[in-house]
Each structure stands twice: as structure tokens, then as C-alpha cells.
Antibody, heavy 120, light 108 residues
């Protein structure tokens, strides 16, 4: 069974750093992309970027380039999303999702989400 | 950047009604258009890929059509469990993705 299990909720202060995780199981982790999607409170879905754990090829949405870093450790089938200096506006639910490595490109399995709250 | 619009932003319909949501791209995206359902407090779920292909296990009352810039998502007979927000999402060959703003569907 394909599963993406994300790390737990985080409460942080502005300026702090954070790294959240997404662990894949039940499939070949290095043969699919992992994407990250933000959902701010009461708002819609925003695509942030993707990573191919097989070779660490990474693509970012222009809106998130330079704001976050996406990485992966294929030895433990885990992808990461990290911030070096959080802002209150980073408060959101963050989802990881699996993406096929060939057309058609769609996110077929999703993690349960990680709620990040940034507040002083 | 390709922009996606959806209409309506919300709708209220009765059980058994036919529900239609439209999604428009700011430029030709061929059929590179997916539809997701998100129920409150849950992760999104893929329903339709490449404009008209039903994901395995998704009920046949859901369907999609369109190509180019104009797309339609239809629920042929609305059921109580279909209460959710529906998002279109486009992709391109550079693996850049954009979600539409979403359409919230309620029961009247």
C-alpha cells in the first residue's frame, strides 16, 4: 500500500527555522517525484515545488523560489520542506504528494498534511 | 505564468442535481488538466486526470471534458458525500503546476 506519512504539527516563532518531512512507503521512492502544496487557513491549494529523489532534481514555483528549500534523503525514503527564517505568513497546512515520473503528470497519493503555526 | 480561473466560486445544489464547474486557462494547455476533490479537514484526492480520464475507483458520476483553454467538470447526480471543494490544476512539460482557486459545493 502506497503511503506518505508527514511529520507532526509545529508551532514556531517568527525568525525560527523549520524542516518538515514526508516519508514514502509501499512503492519505489526513487522512481516518483514528491511535490509540496501549501494551503493557508481558509484558502486554496498552492503548488510550491517538486523533487525527484532519484537524482535530487528540484523544481520550484516562482512564488516559492528562494523562500523554501526542498530536499530528499533517498536512503530513508523521506522528502523535506524547510525554512531558514519563518514568517507569520508561513502559517498554513503543508501537504506532500506523489507525482508520476511520466505523463500524465498528476498527484495520485497525498500525505495527511503538516500544520505549521508561526506566532510570536 | 499560466493563470487558472474557476467558476462559480461556490454553489449550492440539491441531492440528485447535475453540477457543472468550469475551469479556464490563460493560454492553451492542451489536455494537461486535472481535477481534485478536497473534503473539509482532509487532503485533496485526484478525481480526473488529463481533462477527461477518471481515476481508478472514482465513481462514474464524476466526469470531465475540454481541451485548450476551457474545461468542464460535472457531477451527474450530486450525492451528500460530494460536499467538498473542487480544484482544477494544470501542468506543463517543464513540470510547473498551477491550481485553480477552487469551487465549494454545498447541499441546498
Amino acid at each position: 500500500e502506497v503511503q506518505l506519512v508527514q511529520s507532526g504539527a509545529e508551532v514556531k516563532k517568527p525568525g525560527e527555522s523549520l524542516k518538515i518531512s514526508c516519508k514514502g512507503s509501499g512503492y519505489s521512492f526513487t522512481s516518483y517525484w514528491i511535490g509540496w502544496v501549501r494551503q493557508m487557513p481558509g484558502k486554496g491549494l498552492e503548488w510550491m515545488g517538486i523533487i525527484y529523489p532519484g537524482d535530487s532534481d528540484t523544481r520550484y514555483s516562482p512564488s516559492f523560489q528562494g523562500q523554501v528549500t526542498i530536499s530528499a534523503d533517498k536512503s530513508i525514503s523521506t522528502a523535506y520542506l524547510q525554512w531558514s527564517s519563518l514568517k507569520a505568513s508561513d502559517t498554513a497546512m503543508y501537504y506532500c504528494a506523489r507525482l508520476l515520473d511520466y505523463v500524465p503528470y498528476y498527484f495520485d497519493y497525498w500525505g495527511q498534511g503538516t500544520l505549521v503555526t508561526v506566532s510570536s | 505564468d499560466i493563470q487558472m480561473t474557476q467558476s462559480p466560486s461556490s454553489l449550492s445544489a440539491s441531492v440528485g442535481d447535475r453540477v457543472t464547474i468550469t475551469c479556464q486557462a490563460s493560454q492553451d494547455i492542451s489536455n494537461y488538466l486535472n481535477w481534485y476533490q478536497q473534503k473539509p479537514g482532509k487532503a485533496p484526492k485526484l478525481l480526473i486526470y488529463d481533462a477527461s480520464n477518471l481515476e481508478t475507483g472514482v465513481p462514474s458520476r464524476f466526469s470531465g471534458s475540454g481541451s485548450g483553454t476551457d474545461f468542464t467538470f460535472t457531477i451527474s447526480s450530486l450525492q451528500p458525500e460530494d460536499i467538498a471543494t473542487y480544484y482544477c490544476q494544470q501542468y506543463d512539460n517543464l513540470l510547473i503546476f498551477t491550481f485553480g482557486p477552487g469551487t465549494k459545493v454545498d447541499i441546498k
